[in-house]
């Protein structure tokens, strides 16, 4: 079940229940994903806009590789998720220094940043691509 509320910036944020095998959904044109945030663990995961326009023109494989990492993150949290070696999660050098990705199949990826609001942190999907090599 998935469920949509806005946060302070105007980002689309859904929940999705525990224990449900990775899901996706859209609604008014937008896809929903999500997790529940820990003060200890980051656990917490948003769509930009353009995360949400991006995903909307993606393969449906790709929509639930992501929607299965969201699910992981929100389970068992991100610095658990990054050991997992299917993600290739690595830090993004150059213009992207600050940044993450994760790879959803050989040729695409999404590019996500952890940021801090007060005292809860979340991972906020910047963008979801083709990857040029």
């Not at 220094?97 to 910047?126: D, H, N, P, W």
């Amino acid at each position: 079940m998935i469920s949509a509320e806005e946060d302070s910036k105007g980002e689309t944020v859904g929940h999705l229940a525990h224990r449900q095998p990775p899901c996706y959904g859209f609604s008014d044109g937008a896809l929903h994903l999500i997790g529940v945030w820990s003060t200890i663990m980051v656990r917490r995961v948003i769509l930009t806009r353009l995360a949400q326009k991006q995903l909307q023109r993606m393969p449906r494989h790709i929509v639930e590789n992501l929607a299965a990492w969201v699910d992981d993150v929100e389970t068992r949290g991100l610095e658990e998720a990054r050991k997992v070696p299917g993600y290739h999660d690595e830090t993004l050098h150059g213009g992207r220094q600050g940044q993450r990705s994760i790879r959803l199949s050989r040729s695409y990826r999404a590019i996500y940043v952890v940021k801090g609001q007060a005292t809860a942190e979340f991972v906020s999907i910047e963008e979801v691509s083709k990857h040029a090599y």
